[in-house]
């Protein structure tokens, strides 16, 4: 563990340690400095990865897959994962600055986090966050109209190139890349395929998109960032479909494809707003559903924005829970690919138990990929652009797979 980790733990023990009794569920129940509870309330056990323990309902494993059963366990809840996640990473954002959540874009606002390009050192970001952190997938947000320069029709080669010298920079560390069209189901404020570009004109992009990476196994699909207030969700499930089905059909026949739902693709509605039953009925040209895993967020402020500083949650009851059920009942899976906080004891607090919870769910919930690096100045609220070799509290302290809330799979 890091001196910045053992110092936020410090930060929480310090807040924490007027904790008595036993812990509750999903409480910190050890770890470097804790002076609270070090024993779990009944029907739950401990949990320890590393240098951090927590109380965990059913039946919980360590790190080092050591057992320890608890005097109730429920079938809907008890985590059935490894207690290792597959991915976990980091957004580098640029080349989707200047898009608004109303899906407009304004090109010549787009930040390449490359160096060539005049921006941050993307290439060296990445390669400092797999060496150091043990992160292994990162997402690569870009706008619509960056990829077709403004104009509804084919993908523009040039500034595609430009994007692929991201794309290649990610695949150089050996990580999985997530290729995200960041524009909330819209272009320039019209819905896809609900009175806005057709279905056509969407599969058309990604058909583009998936002939350039079919034989590059360590690229994801994000079929779009955040869909949010669309009418139809199962009219929007058909506009899945058709990206789906053309990147099949460009040859990209085994890689990963997200598929994301209404409400800002949040994990906390995903069933209740119906976006994982339509969902579900996206499925891969041979009738399969392999590989097509369901995209969700989770941000841990007040009102769920990821634009304020402190945390007041760790989504475990309210949506993780939920989710976790809904996909094991159905043997789907998921990823977060966007959560994260402020470099502050709150959002280690909290962050710290949402990881350790979907560790222990791994058997659908795949990973996370933290908001953000890439071109985001230090002073971003959610920062997470290293230091030179120096991390940022928040990743040094959770959101890396050497920090100790999660054992992680740098494979």
């Known amino acids: 563990m890091t001196?910045?980790?053992?110092?936020?733990?410090?930060?929480?023990?310090?807040?924490?340690?007027?904790?008595?009794?036993?812990?509750?569920?999903?409480?910190?129940?050890?770890?470097?400095?804790?002076?609270?509870?070090?024993?779990?309330?009944?029907?739950?056990?401990?949990?320890?990865?590393?240098?951090?323990?927590?109380?965990?309902?059913?039946?919980?494993?360590?790190?080092?897959?050591?057992?320890?059963?608890?005097?109730?366990?429920?079938?809907?809840?008890?985590?059935?994962g490894t207690g290792s996640l597959k991915f976990v990473g980091v957004n580098?954002?640029?080349?989707?600055?200047?898009?608004g959540t109303d899906g407009t874009c304004v090109v010549s606002q787009a930040y390449p986090p490359l160096s060539q390009y005049g921006g941050a050192d993307g290439k060296g970001q990445m390669t400092h966050f797999v060496n150091n952190d043990g992160f292994n997938m990162f997402r690569l947000p870009v706008g619509w109209q960056y990829l077709l320069n403004n104009a509804l029709g084919p993908v523009n080669q040039a500034n595609l190139n430009e994007y692929d010298?991201?794309?290649?920079?990610?695949?150089?560390?050996?990580?999985?890349?997530?290729?995200?069209?960041?524009?909330?189901?819209?272009?320039?404020?019209?819905?896809?395929?609900?009175?806005?570009?057709?279905?056509?004109?969407?599969?058309?992009?990604?058909?583009?998109i998936a002939a350039k990476y079919a034989n590059t196994a360590k690229v994801v699909f994000g079929v779009m960032n955040e869909p949010h207030d669309v009418p139809n969700i199962n009219t929007w499930a058909t506009s899945v479909q058709a990206a789906v089905t053309?990147?099949?059909?460009?040859?990209?026949?085994?890689?990963?494809?997200?598929?994301?739902?209404?409400?800002?693709?949040?994990?906390?509605?995903?069933?209740?707003?119906?976006?994982?039953?339509?969902?579900?009925?996206?499925?891969?040209?041979?009738?399969?559903?392999?590989?097509?895993?369901?995209?969700v967020h989770k941000y841990l402020d007040s009102d769920n924005s990821g634009t304020h500083a402190e945390c007041t949650t760790n989504n475990i009851a309210s949506a993780w829970t939920p989710l976790v059920q809904w996909l094991r009942a159905n043997k789907r899976q998921a990823l977060n690919t966007e959560t994260g906080g402020g470099?502050?004891?709150?959002?280690?607090?909290?962050?710290?138990?949402?990881?350790?919870?979907?560790?222990?769910?791994?058997?659908?919930?795949?990973?996370?990929?933290?908001w953000s690096a890439g071109n985001f100045n230090s002073s971003y609220v959610l920062s997470e652009v290293p230091s030179g070799s120096t991390d940022t509290l928040l990743v040094s302290s959770c959101m890396s797979p050497k920090a100790g809330a999660q054992k992680g799979s740098t494979s």
Not at 32 to 55: E, L, N
Not at 249 to 269: C, E, F, H, K, Y
């Open 3 to 80: 001196t910045r980790s053992a110092f936020a733990l410090a930060i929480l023990a310090a807040m924490l340690s007027s904790v008595q009794g036993q812990g509750a569920a999903w409480s910190q129940c050890g770890g470097i400095g804790w002076t609270g509870a070090t024993t779990c309330v009944s029907g739950s056990s401990t949990y320890k990865i590393i240098d951090y323990s927590q109380c965990i309902p059913g039946t919980a494993t360590t790190g080092t897959g050591t057992t320890t059963t608890a005097t109730t366990t429920s079938t809907a809840t008890s985590p059935s």
């Open 92 to 99: 580098i954002a640029g080349f989707d600055f200047g898009c």
């Open 165 to 208: 010298a991201l794309v290649q920079a990610c695949l150089g560390t050996g990580a999985w890349c997530i290729i995200d069209i960041h524009n909330y189901a819209r272009w320039n404020g019209a819905i896809i395929g609900q009175g806005g570009p057709t279905n056509a004109q969407f599969a058309s992009t990604w058909s583009t």
């Open 246 to 295: 053309a990147i099949r059909q460009a040859g990209a026949t085994s890689q990963m494809i997200l598929l994301p739902g209404n409400d800002w693709t949040s994990a906390g509605s995903f069933v209740s707003d119906g976006s994982a039953a339509a969902l579900s009925t996206v499925k891969n040209p041979d009738g399969s559903t392999t590989n097509l895993i369901f995209d």
């Open 343 to 370: 470099n502050t004891a709150s959002c280690v607090e909290f962050i710290c138990q949402q990881i350790a919870y979907q560790a222990q769910n791994s058997d659908v919930i795949l990973g996370y990929v933290g």
